[in-house]
């Protein structure tokens, strides 16, 4: 009879403000790029941010943190997802031309345990995957832990009875080289959904 | 065709792990309690904290903050909904018995500038409404420039032909000393959707 609606939850607006950097009380430096940001932030969303920012491991007081192994592009993208718990709101990562920076994520994802960004990240390259990127895709999950990704690779390769299109794509040496025993699933599985 | 399903946003969770106190950068002394938190996480969500905090007003090292106005009751829930963008989730302020501490939240939504959670509060009192309180609810809703509660108190007023139980409810008297205004717009829809 008598209602007031409540918007919906503004949290992830109001925290993307702290990605402006004021009241930051450390700061990133990727490859000449700097970040700054908030130790608390980054603690309850990675395990790692919290042990290296506040764990026995960490020094209690870092200020200043150096990122050698990830490009400033990929770590801003980080950033903007440990705040908002979203992608960058442009879609940019969700076009084509951007598997690599998507790729870049997921590794990023696993480096800092943090497993909503995984399976965002993997959601995408999934909906992405085609004869040609499908067995790099399926080492990028094998190398980071990827059980969902890998099995929508697998399942991608036999539900249109594409091995062959795989097996002369230019990833499947590659993955020949570096999981074997995938490779050995995958031929498996066409085996036995062959057709022919 | 190939979907990997991602999980619904955990910010919130995550952020109110912070209600443990772990890093926090200020504390609050109410009336006896103590409540440590994180400025950044405050600053966002309220535009009041942000002055106190980081403002040219604020002391920019402000480290312990005494609250002289309010109980550490709705304190402790001010700082709930601040991190979580919810109120508590045993459901304890929605049942019977906790109006009190919602009036008491609104005043605080009012004092701290947060819309979100005042609207919170709008939308339970007005689910609560009946003609003992109406007129309560409509002197804290005029004191506290809640448009859309004090429109709800006057619908509910006149869309049960309630005028002459809430003149005979305790708290009647008090609004019309305090807010004759809205007493004379209450009495005049009554006059115009008069049944007799």
């Known amino acids: 009879m008598c209602e007031i609606q409540v918007p919906p939850s503004d949290l992830s607006e109001n925290l993307g ?3 402006e950097g004021e009241g930051a009380d450390v700061t990133f430096e990727v490859k000449g790029e700097v970040f700054r940001a908030h130790k608390a932030v980054l603690a309850i969303r990675s395990p790692v941010f919290k042990a290296e920012l506040w764990g026995p ?5 870092r200020r ?4 050698e192994d990830i490009e400033p592009a990929v770590f801003k993208v980080l950033l903007h997802f440990i705040y908002t718990d979203s992608l960058p ?3 940019d990562l969700d076009g084509d031309g951007n598997d690599e920076i998507v790729e870049h994520l997921l590794v990023a994802a696993d480096r800092y345990a943090m497993e909503r960004m995984r399976l965002t990240c993997e959601s995408i390259l999934c909906r992405r995957l085609d004869v040609e990127n499908v067995a790099a895709t399926l080492a990028l999950a094998a190398r980071h832990y990827c059980c969902k990704l890998k099995d929508a690779c697998i399942r991608f390769v036999n539900s249109g009875n594409r091995i062959k299109d795989v097996m002369a794509s230019q990833g499947y040496e590659h993955l020949k080289k570096t999981c074997p025993s995938i490779v050995m699933d995958l031929l498996e599985e066409a085996a036995k959904t062959s057709v022919c």
Chains 1, 2 share one sequence.
């Open 17 to 19: 403000k702290l990605l």
């Open 57 to 61: 491991v960490g020094k209690k007081n």
């Open 64 to 67: 200043r943190i150096t990122v």
């Open 89 to 91: 709101a442009s879609g």
